[in-house]
């Protein structure tokens, strides 16, 4: 009786290990994310999107990563000859990039020129990552494998991709991936299903070095981006009012483009910060301010709460995956600049209330576990 309970016992756990895709004789096994060019300078999305390859990568998948690389900045700005860039160019970026992402080794890099069958190599899934690419994966034949869409934002920011048409693409067949709940309903709303897996963080990289308690009260961190949907002019002029009103404040920002020109002195800028370096402004930050009027998920928050800084926000809707309004966050309406002022005012004239908003808010932040969601996705990769 006991080898009879041992074997069932055995069989039941290698169903549980099946079932999410531990063991190497489930049905798919090669993976290939799509990537719309060359992704030279970080981004949340894209930090994801690696995370993923990474961690597929480590539970035994053979995942590839594949570079649209014709679309790129190259091939639009200026002449190279196509032998140059099919032989040099585009061999040399996917070797060198991405630089801000430490990928694993085991994470095959390849390029395309066109997203066509006789360029995609054959796999058991692909999965594409920006909505510019979806009508060309639609029409790839089956043998490269089950096509799924993952969802991090709604891509109605280009000229040519208005919201209608971007909602036409969640009805073209594929398996629908969104990471957060608002995502889901403009993925419902185009008639449409998918699957929600909210982002993850890492909290091996971030994490607090600071204690709460201990940190200058009066002090406040920002990413800074020039897509007019992250609404940073109205940060910069929430920032500026409250520097008026509290002549010790020390502001810190973070971002992509470089330091503009226009940045007054007591603004502090780290162009193209490592996750070391955003660890850094984190800890050494009590309040984290984001004034987005769209964000698919908001990454850079939940970093800075899993870090220890209070977090005072626009209500822009993804941020509704880890924040909640006076629990673990103060929350307000998009470009509304007076609401941001008196936000983190609060907070600044009560310490007490700012290290009970960021203490709830690392607590909760560690609900974004990376195992869950690497669970969910092989989930959608078995079905």
């Not at 089950?146 to 073209?172: H, L």
């Not at 185009?190 to 699957?195: H, L, S």
């Not at 002022?341 to 009560?350: A, I, R």
């Amino acid at each position: 009786m006991p080898s009879i309970n041992c074997s069932l016992k055995i069989r039941e756990k290698e169903k549980s290990l099946y079932a999410t895709g531990f063991l190497k004789g489930q049905a798919i096994k090669k993976i290939n994310f799509l990537f719309p060019g060359v992704p030279r300078i970080s981004s949340g999305g894209l930090k994801m999107v690696f995370e993923y390859a990474n961690r597929l990568s480590q539970r035994g998948y053979e995942v590839g990563i594949i570079f649209n690389c014709e679309g790129g900045f190259y091939s639009k700005r200026m002449y190279i000859p196509r032998f140059i860039k099919e032989h040099i160019l585009y061999p040399l970026l996917i070797r060198y990039y991405p630089k801000w992402f430490n990928l694993d080794s085991r994470v095959k890099k390849s390029f395309v020129t066109a997203i066509k069958d006789n360029e995609i190599p054959e796999a058991d899934a692909i999965i594409v990552t920006a909505v510019v690419s979806t009508p060309y994966v639609a029409k790839l034949s089956e043998s490269k494998g089950k096509k799924i869409y993952f969802i991090q934002g709604f891509e109605n920011w280009y000229e040519d991709w208005p919201a209608e048409r971007v909602m036409s693409t969640y009805r073209m067949g594929m398996k629908n991936i969104v990471v957060a709940k608002w995502l889901e309903e403009k993925v419902k709303e185009a008639g449409a299903d998918c699957i929600v897996i909210p982002n993850s963080i890492d909290l091996k990289v971030f994490n607090i070095d600071i204690p709460i308690e201990e940190r200058e009260s009066h002090s406040i961190a920002m990413l800074y981006h020039t897509q007019p949907l992250k609404g940073a002019k109205y940060g910069l002029e929430a920032l500026s009012r409250l520097k008026r009103k509290y002549p010790d404040l020390k502001v810190r920002l973070f971002g992509k483009p470089m330091r503009p020109s226009n940045f007054p002195r007591w603004i502090q800028y780290t162009h193209n910060a490592t996750q070391k370096q955003l660890r850094e402004i984190y800890n050494l930050s009590a309040i984290f301010m984001c004034s987005s009027i769209q964000e698919g998920f908001g990454l850079t928050g939940a970093e800075a709460m899993a870090c220890g800084a209070a977090y005072v926000s626009s209500d822009y809707g993804g941020v509704h995956e880890y924040a909640k309004h006076r629990r673990n966050a103060l929350l307000s309406n998009p470009r509304d600049v007076d609401a941001l002022v008196e936000h983190v005012s609060y907070l600044l004239d009560h310490p007490k209330e700012r290290i009970r908003l960021a203490e709830t808010g690392y607590r909760d932040i560690q609900q974004l576990d990376w195992e869950k969601s690497l669970d969910k996705f092989e989930q959608v990769l078995q079905l």
